[in-house]
């Protein structure tokens, strides 16, 4: 059960984090937006780590 529960909260962050990314915003505004949502969720996340994460986001979504 516990799974299937980080199997749905982690697509809700990928989920969230792609439509971010398509959303009509400068990048640096967005990326400020997934630091901040990932904070109120408990992730603390550094600057570069969202970045890569942005990039691997966007890597996967190019395929």
């Known amino acids: 059960m ?3 529960l980080y199997a749905f ?3 809700t962050i990928v989920g969230c984090g792609i439509a ?3 959303a009509p ?3 640096e505004d967005t990326r400020k937006r997934i630091k901040d949502l990932l904070k109120k969720k408990g992730i603390d996340f ?3 780590e969202v970045e890569r994460l942005v990039d691997q986001i966007s890597a996967q979504v190019e395929q």
Do not use: Q
Request: no cysteine.
């Open 2 to 4: 516990k799974s299937l």
């Open 9 to 11: 909260l982690g697509g």
């Open 20 to 22: 971010l990314l398509f």
């Open 25 to 27: 915003a400068k990048g």
């Open 46 to 48: 550094t600057d570069d």
